[in-house]
C-alpha cells in the first residue's frame, strides 16, 4: 500500500545493472540528461553484455527454430546462460536476474523502489518470439513494462533503468522535485507553468504569482489531491488522508465543480 512519500524507502548505495541484449548500442540512450550524469558520478553503474560472444559456431548464432514448429525464431538457451554467469562474476552483490517479458508482473513506481532494494540486477532483452523456457530456471523473476508486445527487451530495460536511477538521491538534482513527482508522492503532480504570464488570454494562476510559499503550496497540494480525483481516484483509495487534506479536496471538488470524466 502507498502511504504518503514513496521516496523514503530508496537505497543511498549505488545501483548496478547487467544487460543481458543483443543490441549493446541501444543502452547509449542511458548517456544524456540527469541519467548521464548519474553514470559519470558513478551512483549508477550499467554494463551489457551480448549473448552472441557466448555463441557454440563459427556463425555466432544465438537463435535457432523453435521444437515443434510454429513461427519465428527462439534464444537459445546456453549463449544467455553463459551471458547472466558472466554478468554474475562482475557484479558487486549477488545480483537479481530479471526476464523482462509481457508475461511477467507489470512494472510501476512502488516495484521499481521494491527492485531498487536489490542493489544489483541482471536484466535480460530478449528478441525474436522470446527465449529458450529453460532460461528461466535460472531467472528469479519476469517483469513486464506493459500490456503490449516490444519487438525486443532492451526498451524495457532502459525505461525500468531509468526508473529506478531517478529514484536514487542526488540523481535528480532538486530531491523536492522527485518527492512531489505524480505517483511518488501517491498524488499525481500539480499543474506547473512557465514563461510568459499570459499566453492566448490563459493566465498563470495568480496564486502562483502572489510570493506566498505557504499558500502556494496549499493551492499545490489541493491541485494535486484534486486532479488525482479526477484523472487516477485508485491512488487517493490507497492513501488515507488527513483531515487537512480532506478538506483541500471538498473545497477543489466545490471550487470547480468537478466531475470526473467518463
Ligand atoms: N512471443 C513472446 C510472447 O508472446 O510472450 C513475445 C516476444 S517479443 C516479440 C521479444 C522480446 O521482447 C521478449 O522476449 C521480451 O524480452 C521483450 N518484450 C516484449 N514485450 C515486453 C513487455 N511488455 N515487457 C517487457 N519485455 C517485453
Known amino acids: 500500500m502507498l502511504s504518503g512519500n ?45 549473448p552472441r560472444q557466448f555463441a557454440k559456431d563459427n ?16 534464444m537459445m538457451a546456453e549463449p544467455l546462460c553463459d551471458a547472466i554467469d558472466a554478468l554474475k562474476e562482475s557484479a558487486p552483490s549477488t545480483p ?27 536484466l535480460i532483452a530478449g528478441r525474436y518470439e522470446g527465449i529458450d523456457e529453460r532460461v528461466l530456471d535460472t531467472v528469479d523473476a519476469e517483469w513486464s513494462v506493459g500490456n503490449f508486445v516490444l519487438s525486443g527487451g532492451e526498451i524495457a530495460a532502459l525505461l525500468m533503468i531509468d526508473v529506478m536511477a531517478r529514484l536514487l538521491p542526488g540523481v535528480v538534482g532538486d530531491a523536492s522535485s ?42 499545490r497540494l489541493k491541485q494535486a489531491l484534486g486532479r488525482t480525483w479526477l484523472k487516477k481516484p485508485e491512488l487517493l483509495a490507497k492513501r488515507q488522508l488527513t483531515q487537512s487534506e480532506t478538506e483541500l479536496l471538498a473545497e477543489f471538488i466545490s471550487e470547480n465543480n468537478a466531475r470526473k470524466k467518463d
Open 59 to 74: 556463425y555466432q548464432r544465438v537463435d535457432d527454430y523453435p521444437y515443434g514448429g510454429g513461427a519465428g525464431m527462439v
Open 178 to 219: 522527485v518527492a512531489t513527482d505524480s505517483i511518488t508522492s501517491g498524488l499525481l503532480k500539480y499543474p506547473q507553468y512557465t514563461r510568459p504570464e499570459v499566453l492566448n488570454d490563459r493566465r498563470v494562476p495568480s496564486m502562483l504569482l502572489s510570493g506566498h510559499h505557504q499558500e502556494i503550496a496549499k493551492w
Open 6 to 50: 514513496l521516496l523514503t524507502s530508496a537505497p543511498k548505495v549505488p545501483l548496478w545493472f547487467g544487460c543481458i541484449t543483443l543490441f549493446p548500442e541501444l543502452f547509449q540512450a542511458l548517456r544524456y540528461g540527469v541519467i548521464g550524469r548519474a553514470l559519470e558520478q558513478q551512483m549508477l553503474h550499467v554494463e551489457t553484455m551480448n
Open 96 to 122: 537479481h536476474v530479471i526476464y523482462l517479458s509481457p508475461q511477467g508482473r507489470v512494472f510501476d513506481q512502488v516495484a521499481a523502489l521494491e527492485l531498487m532494494q536489490k542493489q544489483s540486477l541482471i
